[in-house]
């Protein structure tokens, strides 16, 4: 019996400024700035369906920055989602491809999906 589970319990996001990242991610997916950062490098965002995001600055390098996306953030409506982001001020970088999905970058150009599912 394989004793690895199914599921991932966490993703881990390189980031150059803890205080900083956790403004922008919490702006950006309002969430509410309600958690401490612990051992001065980690804060950690809550998902629904308990794979949380981890933003942590001791991993961060320019080589750990992702070039693609780890992961996708879930949207019943893709261009609501674009649109969203667009006024938020989000750096876009690419449109939104077969009405499904689009890519955008963190302050510190790691780059993100948001996916229509």
């Avoid at 938020?88 to 229509?116: A, R, S, Y």
């Amino acid at each position: 019996m394989n004793p690895i589970q199914h599921e991932i319990g966490t993703i881990f996001i390189p980031v150059s400024n803890i205080e900083k990242a956790r403004d922008w991610y919490c702006r950006v997916f309002n969430f509410p700035k309600d958690h401490e950062i612990l051992f001065e490098h980690l804060y950690i965002l809550p998902m629904n369906n308990g794979t949380n995001i981890v933003l942590d600055s001791k991993i961060f390098s320019e080589d750990a920055v992702y070039k693609h996306p780890a992961c996708h953030f879930n949207t019943q409506d893709i261009k609501e989602a674009y649109n969203y982001l667009k006024n938020k001020e989000v750096t876009i970088i690419t449109e939104i491809e077969h009405n499904h999905w689009f890519n955008f970058k963190d302050p510190d150009g790691n780059v993100l999906m948001i996916c229509q599912c």
